[in-house]
């Protein structure tokens, strides 16, 4: 169980040993030693003084793995033929896959599907490009698109290495609403490329999801393709972010007792997920973000490097508040974190009005650990999944595109985020709500069914839907 705890790896050492025994001893003690614990020994081969054998070793994190195989290399009479972990096992190949619909069993079958009869398909299409939406996997197609310039807690990897991100992307989107998405990884960081090839590609899509691009270029990339396509353009890190760290919002003032247009929120780290989470709170009815970056607390009137932050600077801070961030959060009610590790401590939480609430979503180590603050917080909460309270986008892009090419939204807008934060605030009903329990599992799967209804009828109230769905008619 400790293992599962710690969100352990099974990783397999295969060995080649010459010589016909080897001290399995020697080498339990040293992999026990450097924090591993073999659960199993194959024999793979044996013969002519040689010896293949797989071990098979749990381990309670990566870092753990190099330090075992550099010490089993040291022991004489002993090679490490390779290493492999379910992880990468998993990831052989690719993790998804393309399918038809159909079969072609004769001659009729292909002449339908290919030529000579899809010729009609095509020119009806021609006649009516909106006809793609039915006649075509448009209807039902997401582009996940990155340039690899910002991949998790990796930074700029580039495209090659930011694929794994994005077919894991593609395989929630499946699993969780029955959208089907291709990753598609470009090989530039120019932004005037990244807009134009994504125009190029769109026809074949019904929406776009932007991945882990950079700041501040992702909030130009978005705001230009939302403006040039007629199709949802979604950038995850900031809207999906923002949309699960409202939902938890809601359900944690109600746990603290206060008003959503009462509270003072602090919102540190200004780039692309701390943007789209003081919009939609503005949004919502806050009336006073406090944006805390770098430079300290953001203030109008000054000018900064990034423009982004200029212009955040402008319409958030209503007070003019200067200082750090432990100025910022003297009396404040709500603290967001989308920035560092350990940046916080207790004292800075002490200094907070009565029943504070934390949402310390830096990942892999938040701003503080929640057992640092659980006796002081009315609600904590983080983006990783060995704590309660996860803010996880998983519990909103699924959903959120499965609506939007439901109705065939030109758009995803502010009114359908906020719709989408309230669907899955509501999964957490009145008797489940708990200090703990302020956002539903990922797994849960009304989580969808509620965000597709309450997105669709904010998209048909907004005008954006181009189908109405027979449910709603």
Do not use: W
């Not at 009609?120 to 939406?133: S, T």
């Not at 190029?200 to 130009?220: K, M, Q, T, V």
């Not at 200004?270 to 939609?280: F, Q």
């Not at 006073?288 to 200029?310: A, F, H, M, Q």
């Amino acid at each position: 169980m400790r293992h599962q705890e710690l969100g352990g790896k099974s990783i397999i050492i295969r060995l080649e040993i010459g010589g016909d025994r080897m001290n399995f001893g020697l080498v339990a003690n040293m992999v026990s030693n450097l924090g591993g614990d073999i659960i199993a020994i194959d024999t793979i081969h044996i013969g002519n003084g040689i010896s293949i054998r797989d071990m098979t070793v749990n381990v309670v994190d990566a870092t753990a793995i190099r330090s075992i195989t550099e010490a089993i290399e040291k022991i004489p009479g002993i090679r490490v033929v390779n290493t492999s972990d379910r992880t990468f096992l998993l990831h052989l190949g690719g993790k998804i896959e393309v399918t038809p619909k159909v079969t072609i069993q004769n001659r009729d079958d292909l002449s339908r599907v290919y030529t000579p009869d899809v010729a009609r398909v095509c020119e009806a299409i021609r006649e009516d490009p909106d006809k793609a939406f039915s006649l075509t996997i448009k209807r039902n197609t997401v582009a996940v698109i990155s340039d690899g310039s910002a991949v998790l807690g990796l930074g700029n990897i580039g495209s090659r290495a930011a694929m794994p991100v994005m077919e894991g992307k593609a395989m929630l989107f499946k699993q969780f609403a029955g959208v089907d998405a291709f990753p598609i990884c470009l090989d530039t960081t120019d932004t005037e490329e990244i807009i134009r090839t994504i125009k190029l590609i769109a026809p074949a899509f019904g929406g776009i999801n932007l991945e882990d691009i950079s700041s501040p270029r992702c909030f130009e990339i978005e705001e230009r393709l939302r403006a040039e396509l007629d199709i949802p353009v979604f950038h995850d890190d900031q809207h999906g972010t923002a949309v699960v760290a409202y939902a938890g919002l809601i359900n944690a003032l109600k746990i603290a007792g206060k008003a959503i247009t009462d509270v003072t929120v602090v919102v540190c780290g200004i780039g692309a997920a701390g943007v789209a989470i003081t919009n939609i709170l503005l949004s919502a009815g806050v009336k006073e973000v406090i944006g805390v970056d770098r430079e300290g607390i953001l203030v109008e009137g000054e000018t900064y490097s990034n423009p982004v932050k200029t212009k955040y600077a402008s319409y958030t801070n209503p007070l003019k508040r200067s200082g750090t961030l432990r100025d910022a959060l003297q009396g404040a009610d709500v603290f967001i974190g989308v920035s560092g590790g350990k940046l916080l401590n207790r004292q800075d939480v002490l200094g907070m009005a009565p029943n504070p609430i934390v949402f310390a979503m830096a990942n892999p180590e938040p701003e503080i650990l929640p057992a640092d603050i659980d006796d002081i917080a009315a609600v904590v909460a983080t983006g990783r999944s060995d704590y309660p309270n996860q803010i996880n986008n998983v519990l909103c892009f699924p959903g959120i595109f499965r609506a939007a090419l439901d109705c065939r939204a030109l758009a995803i807008t502010e009114e359908m985020k906020l719709a989408a934060s309230e669907a899955i605030a509501s999964v957490i009903t009145e008797d489940k709500l708990g200090k703990y329990d302020i956002v539903p599992s990922v797994f849960d799967q009304s989580v969808v069914e509620r965000l597709r209804d309450r997105v669709i009828r904010a998209a048909i109230a907004g005008g954006v839907a181009r189908r109405i769905p027979k449910e709603y008619r």
